[in-house]
């Protein structure tokens, strides 16, 4: 049974889990993040910053969960992009330690296989964060698939392209296409943190938390795991 932490606001949640990822950092210098993008994750970057002033980071490693298939690595939107602005440049982690998997389309066949090959010779992730898409997709892990998954390409819903459509100039040129680390790679991190605010986030909330364990809604996954911690405000808890 996942630890439910019902929290007033986002900026709280920030600081908890923040809180958790520095005590981490403190007893394993070379600790390994697992690095969520989305909007859900960007008060335990903020809140990790003053946190982590002062503590040696040269040596913390990170993976992020997913990334768009088919832009350029250095567009402001790829996943790369994100995770260095957002996390490796204001925590000022070793971007040579920080891994997205490569979304490039020259290589993409080998691409997945070559990102779980690192994640393991890395040890694993030691505390995985994690936001939630409205249909209960984790990392980008779309409804149907499976819990033994691995990293892998996968194509995005039309609901998600909506979603992640604020991000880009139209829902047109949202890719149509993802690299994203699979459940199965998820559920191997030894610490799961799920995080959700808002209420557009209630159904699959609850869905992941307690709900039955299913495909049709991957975050369900969670249930398999022994250690998980779910953040969430009192509208992402509505229907827990
Ligand atoms: C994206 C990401 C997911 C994220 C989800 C929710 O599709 N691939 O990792 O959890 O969207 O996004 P947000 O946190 O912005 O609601």
Redesign the pocket.
């Known amino acids: 049974m996942a630890e439910i932490v019902i929290v007033p606001d986002a900026a709280t949640a920030g600081g908890l889990v923040a809180d958790e990822i520095v005590r981490l950092v403190r007893a394993r210098p070379d600790a390994v993040l697992g690095l ?6 960007l008060p335990v970057y903020e809140a990790l910053r003053p946190r982590l002033a002062g503590i040696d980071v040269s040596r913390v490693r990170g993976f992020a ?2 990334e768009y298939v088919g832009i350029a690595a250095d567009h402001p939107e790829s996943y790369r992009s994100v995770i260095h602005r957002e996390v490796v440049e204001p925590l000022g982690l070793d971007p040579a330690l920080v891994r997205v998997p490569d979304g490039s389309l020259d290589g993409i066949e080998h691409a997945g296989d070559d990102y779980e090959r690192a994640i393991e010779a890395a040890g694993g992730v030691d505390l995985q964060i ?4 409205t249909d209960g ?4 892990n779309e409804p149907g698939s499976s819990f033994g998954s691995l990293t892998r390409v996968k194509t995005l819903t039309e609901q ?1 392209r909506e ?2 459509a604020r991000f880009f100039d139209s829902v047109d040129d949202v890719p149509r296409h993802c690299i994203t680390q699979g459940l199965g790679t998820i559920l191997r991190a030894r610490h799961l943190v799920l995080l959700a605010f808002g209420s557009g ?1 209630a159904a699959a909330v609850a869905g992941a938390v307690e709900g039955p364990v299913t495909a049709s809604l991957p975050g369900s996954a969670i249930q398999l795991h022994p250690h998980v911690t779910v953040v969430v405000d009192e509208a992402a808890a509505a229907q827990l």
Do not use: M
Not at 36 to 41: C, I, N, Q, V, Y
Not at 130 to 133: D, N, R
Not at 137 to 140: A, E, L, R
């Open positions: 969520a993008t989305g909007s859900t994750p969960l997913d994690l936001g939630v898409g997709h984790i990392g980008f998600t979603d992640n986030k």
